[in-house]
């Protein structure tokens, strides 16, 4: 099986030890360099220079380049300063049941290939549904690869429970102007008309607005189309914000309509002392929760929760012939038959780890210090009279922009831009803008749970002086 020179399956076991370790070891202290180093030009024209070589390389010359050529690169998203997109800072308890799980890489598509996991995963999974409230009879759910799976994944069961094959085309489905763009896309892949994605309205704290959306509902059905589905978000992408569950769960009941609510990144404030935030939850038939945000996991790991595991089962279960050697176990749900993979890796195995290792009480306390970030950087940017707070501490999120006198709404845009880039270059921190009721702001997402009030106070001081040399540079 090995051509001479070539590295042997012992050299691969020693060298991938030997770099796991040092990995780790270096690992702990990821917040240390920039938040963002640049590839160069040259490293990036090399790698596709290069190819795929026809005979193997020494694996000590491989193994150096992807440490230092390929993956060094990017956004460190894991820095302690990382505030922007959803950050992803990994618990090296993750890391290390990751690692364990992705070693022994198991087929965790059916109890038959891996019981000890899947019954692990299950367990986990009513652990995580109980926390939101569904019944223990009959809620179920799959982890997935991240939010935007899961959010498809609970759209094609709402709409095999809601909808008759022949009148796909006529369903509708409300999300709100702040509904985080998976959704849009996975009602697109699953056949729902771009036209009947229904984007409500806000309020003026970014949730979604109950008598627009009846009035919408109302409007639809009195069009010949078919309202089945209701989309509400427990934590915006934007602003942290949680559209009023309990009201949207009211319009679902009184109309029919299938309530699922993407709760990739707030569904995590469900274990914390703050949970109340996201009350209504548990009149839900789906719900999106993404571990690899706020529950510190390595990616990808999200998971679907539903109500009822009947519905995951009438849309994704199948019997081929094949698997039937698989299948003589009927008190036993296999993953495959509650979502679109049939081949999968057990992503909940690296949670179910660090639950074990760190106790829901670590991880709740984990969460909630993303809560205090956010509030450190409320406070630290009230001292500043030129900013305007756009979005105050929602969850872990802050919206913010300079805006001094004088400047017009598109001169406040160019600036504020050129804060946020000033401050990726200087490496201190990551922070990105976006844009909220037209306005270009600075957005800070926080939920390190190793960032100190130093790195979000010393965050603000440092956009305010980027703040200075940018408008002296506007002046010049
Ligand atoms: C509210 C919300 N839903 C869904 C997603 C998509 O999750 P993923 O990137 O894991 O697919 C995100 C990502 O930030 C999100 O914030």
Redesign the pocket.
């Known amino acids: 099986m090995y051509a001479k020179g070539m590295a042997t399956e012992p050299d691969v076991e020693l060298a991938a030890v030997r770099f796991v370790c040092e990995l780790f070891a270096r690992n702990r202290h990821l917040s240390e360099g920039p938040v963002a180093v640049e590839a160069p030009e040259s490293t990036l024209e090399a790698i596709r220079a290069q190819g795929i070589p026809e005979h193997g390389r020494a694996l000590d010359d491989v193994v150096a380049e992807m440490e230092h050529e390929v993956i060094g690169y990017g956004y460190n998203a894991d820095h302690a300063r990382f505030l922007g997109?959803?950050p992803g800072p990994t618990s090296a308890i993750s890391w290390l049941g990751d690692i364990i799980a992705a070693g022994y890489n198991r087929h965790a598509g059916s109890f038959a290939n891996y019981p000890a996991g899947l019954a692990a995963e299950d367990v986990l999974l009513a652990w995580c549904a109980d926390q939101a409230g569904f019944p223990a009879d009959t809620a179920g759910g799959l982890f997935v690869s991240?939010?935007?799976?899961a959010?498809l994944t609970a759209l094609a069961a709402a709409r095999d429970a809601m909808l008759p094959e022949d009148a796909w085309d006529r369903g509708v489905a409300y999300v709100s102007e702040q509904t985080?763009s998976?959704v849009a896309k996975g009602l697109h892949i699953i056949g729902i008309p771009r036209e009947h994605v229904h984007a409500v309205s806000c309020d003026d704290a970014w949730r979604m607005d109950i008598d627009t959306l009846e009035d919408a509902i109302e409007a639809d059905r009195a069009a010949g189309l078919i309202p089945f589905a209701v989309v509400g978000?427990a934590?915006?992408?934007n602003t942290g914000s949680v559209d009023p569950l309990r009201e949207i769960a009211r319009v679902c009941a009184e109309n029919h309509l299938w309530m699922h609510v993407?709760g990739?990144?707030g569904a995590s404030v469900l274990i914390t002392r703050y949970r109340d935030m996201l009350d209504g939850v548990e009149l839900a038939d789906s719900l999106?929760w993404?571990a690899?945000?706020w529950l510190f996991q390595t990616y990808s790991c999200?998971m679907v929760l539903v109500r009822d595991r009947a519905n995951l089962l009438n849309t994704y279960s199948t019997h081929p012939e094949y698997l039937k050697d698989l299948q003589d176990r009927t008190d036993l749900v296999n993953p495959w038959d509650l979502g679109p993979e049939l081949t999968r890796p057990a992503r909940g195995l690296k949670l179910w780890f660090t639950l074990q290792a760190m106790g829901s009480a670590g991880l709740a306390e984990a969460v909630e210090h993303g809560f205090t970030l956010a509030r450190w950087v409320e406070d630290e940017c009230r001292k500043n009279p030129d900013i305007e707070i756009v979005s105050p501490a929602q969850m872990a999120m802050v919206n913010f922009r300079y805006a001094p006198a004088g400047l017009a709404e598109d001169e406040l845009d160019e600036l504020n831009l050129d804060i946020s880039r000033r401050m990726l270059e200087s490496g201190y921190a990551g922070v990105f803008t976006t844009e909220l009721a037209g306005k270009k702001v600075l957005r800070v997402c926080a939920i390190h749970p190793e960032a100190k009030e130093e790195d979000m106070r010393g965050t603000v001081q440092r956009l305010n002086a980027l703040y200075a040399e940018a408008l002296e540079t506007r002046r010049a």
Not at 146 to 149: E, Q
């Open positions: 997109f959803v991240g939010g935007s799976m959010n985080h998976s978000t934590g915006s992408t993407d990739a990144f999106s993404d690899h945000k999200g």
